[in-house]
């Protein structure tokens, strides 16, 4: 089998990270439903809970590499938000987000450099339309496919039409997913791949159409219950059969194990307060995304492909 691909072992991908340590990493300002300017984080706690975490995702066998924090951008520890990351073919290229919210946007100059210094190639999106990286696109291949598909969620940080321009650029079918709670207001919330058969879903994020996305793409979705999606077990980081998860269920666990994967709890509830978990805390640095670079997504919104391969809006 191809490197790069999934496999019953994993997603084909997340052996390798950029992190960006919390040393200013506060509650500065509410721009979702966990930040409270009244709860902040508890500094040593939050310093403690990301080494632990790093440790963790080096003990799985990941490499991980940093990006130095920056007074004054508190949220750049949530290093999914900077980007995309595409490894395909050979080559290095970076896809910056372009963040919704003021609060946010001054973080993309500094992930910009990090990309540049280090020989990737810069892709941007049109500028009129936010998209919020990985946040909000994950990959998923089912077994024996060729290519993936770009599960990408929109509407509280991401525009729908940003999946149309991702679609372009990197040749591939993206599947738009609405995510219909302000609680999950990323995909990486409510989705979670782990190998080429299964992902953990928040069926509690998404609408009917999305949750039907899912059932026809993943094999065994792994649904998780109200408890488990609020507490974020989704936001988990996947390493070859390690899944980081930081909170499990005695279900969800048993789940899990019986799938062949090994559940290291890896608590980060400081960042919770500010509404981030490990996936959020992670950029996944060895993702294969493009595909033929034609597009797969015409100007009307109407798929190029079949609704089982290509991006087909909800109705």
């Not at 440790?55 to 938000?81: C, H, I, K, Q, Y």
């Not at 302000?182 to 919330?189: A, C, G």
């Not at 009917?208 to 998780?224: D, T």
Request: aromatic share 8%; hydrophobic share 35%; with cysteine.
């Amino acid at each position: 089998m191809a490197p790069g691909r999934p496999t019953a072992n994993g997603p084909g991908w997340g052996r390798s990270y950029l992190v960006s340590p919390p040393d200013y990493f506060t509650v500065a300002y509410e721009i979702n439903p966990y930040m409270h300017l009244q709860v902040i984080p508890d500094h040593e706690l939050a310093m403690e809970e990301h080494q632990t975490m790093v440790s963790l995702l080096r003990r799985a066998g990941a490499s991980v590499e940093r990006l130095e924090p920056v007074d004054g951008l508190p949220d750049l520890v949530f290093t999914a938000n900077a980007g995309l990351v595409d490894r395909a073919g050979g080559a290095s290229r970076f896809i910056p987000s372009r963040f919704r919210h003021p609060e946010r946007q001054a973080e993309t100059p500094y992930d910009i450099a990090w990309f540049s210094a280090r020989g990737f190639d810069i892709d941007h999106l049109p500028p009129e339309e936010p998209f919020e990286g990985a946040g909000d696109a994950l990959p998923f291949e089912p077994e024996g496919a060729s290519s993936p598909v770009l599960l990408c969620g929109y509407r509280t940080r991401s525009s729908i039409t940003a999946h149309r321009a991702l679609s372009d650029l990197l040749g591939l079918p993206v599947r738009s997913l609405e995510l219909v709670d302000d609680r999950y207001y990323h995909l990486d919330l409510v989705f979670c791949p782990l190998d080429g058969r299964r992902a953990i879903v928040a069926p509690q994020g998404l609408d009917r159409y999305g949750c039907r996305v899912i059932e026809e793409l993943v094999p065994e979705p792994i649904w998780l219950e109200d408890d488990e999606a609020a507490s974020f077990s989704a936001n988990a980081v996947v390493v070859g059969t390690t899944v980081l998860i930081p909170s499990c269920s005695p279900r969800l666990g048993r789940l899990l194990e019986r799938a062949g994967l090994e559940v290291v709890p890896c608590p980060v509830g400081e960042f919770q307060k500010a509404g981030g978990g490990v996936r959020c805390l992670t950029l996944a640095l060895d993702m294969e995304l493009a595909g033929s670079r034609r597009p797969l997504y015409d100007t009307s919104g109407t798929s190029q492909l079949s609704s089982e391969q290509g991006c087909v809006p909800p109705r």
